[in-house]
């Protein structure tokens, strides 16, 4: 049996409640592993009436759940898209907690579309932000690929590329500054215009260098989406498909009163 400090338990419990009051009603099966390993875990979570599904994904998520790590496409200078990949489909319950990740992480609300075998979602902000490409242009589609599912985050970097316009003019001021002392047009001061040029090239220099860093920051967080949009995908799967229970089918029909166990790992359909 796993032993959990108290803090690791209580965010445990806490995460549990969450997931509750977000579905209301789990149609999903607890898994009875971990049931089993964290058998005082849900001691305490059943003297708060939660839901043992709820809690096993919990545990999951508490775990970690191992994902295949997301790629950067190559989308050109002025655009970012991920790419990553989960088992399985998903259901409306599932897709209601991941368009909630993705609206808190783009802090917008946004509009889905069913297409088949396909399912996106649109960011529709509000007020001046919808003028703002990279606040405007945020994307995320689910796509059923064979067995797989591709998830594809995209979002517009053209707000940011417009805030490289004081290096541009760092740049030619420094070339004005380093013509004017070679062709001697400063007269004695040509050392000084020489020291300027080598000032404005190097700012510009840096702050490219930190607009080059807050794209890739930008490019970076939508990796950390597509990642937890794979974990809540894979952790919601993992409760679906539980091996939890044994189901006893009664064989009146052909031998009396007997009844046979059946371990069943999947849906049974009659």
């Not at 592993?33 to 508490?62: G, H, P, Q």
């Not at 509009?111 to 075998?117: D, G, Q, S, T």
Request: proline content about 3%; charged content about 25%; hydrophobic content about 40%.
């Amino acid at each position: 049996m796993a032993t959990l400090k108290e803090d690791e338990i209580r965010r445990i419990v806490n995460r549990a409640t969450m997931f509750q009051k977000f579905y209301g009603a789990s149609i999903q099966q607890p898994v009875a592993k971990l049931e089993k390993e964290y058998s005082n875990v849900f001691e305490i979570t059943d003297s708060l009436n939660l839901d043992r599904a709820f809690v096993c994904e919990a545990l999951l998520e508490y775990q970690g759940i191992p994902v295949e790590e997301p790629v950067i496409l190559d989308a050109g200078f002025n655009s970012a898209a991920i790419l990553g990949f989960s088992s399985g489909d998903f259901n409306t319950d599932t897709l209601k907690e991941l368009r909630a990740q993705i609206e808190y992480h783009f802090n917008t609300l946004g509009e889905i579309k069913h297409r088949k075998n396909k399912t996106s979602w649109k960011a529709m902000p509000k007020g001046l932000s919808r003028f703002i490409s990279s606040q405007n242009s945020p994307q995320v589609d689910l796509e059923l690929s064979g067995n797989a599912l591709k998830i594809t985050a995209k979002q517009s970097l053209k707000s940011f590329n417009k805030l490289y316009f004081p290096a541009i003019a760092g740049v030619f001021a420094s070339i004005m500054f380093f013509a004017g002392a070679v062709f001697g047009q400063m007269g004695n001061e040509g050392e000084v215009g020489i020291i300027m040029s080598v000032i404005f090239a190097s700012l510009s220099f840096l702050y490219a260098r930190f607009m080059n860093k807050r794209k890739q920051k930008r490019k970076n967080r939508l990796v950390d989406l597509v990642e937890r949009l794979q974990q809540i995908l894979e952790r919601r799967q993992k409760v679906s498909f539980s091996d939890s229970h044994n189901i006893s089918i009664p064989d009146n029909e052909y031998h009396g009163t007997e009844q046979i166990e059946i371990k069943d790992t999947k849906k049974v359909s009659n």
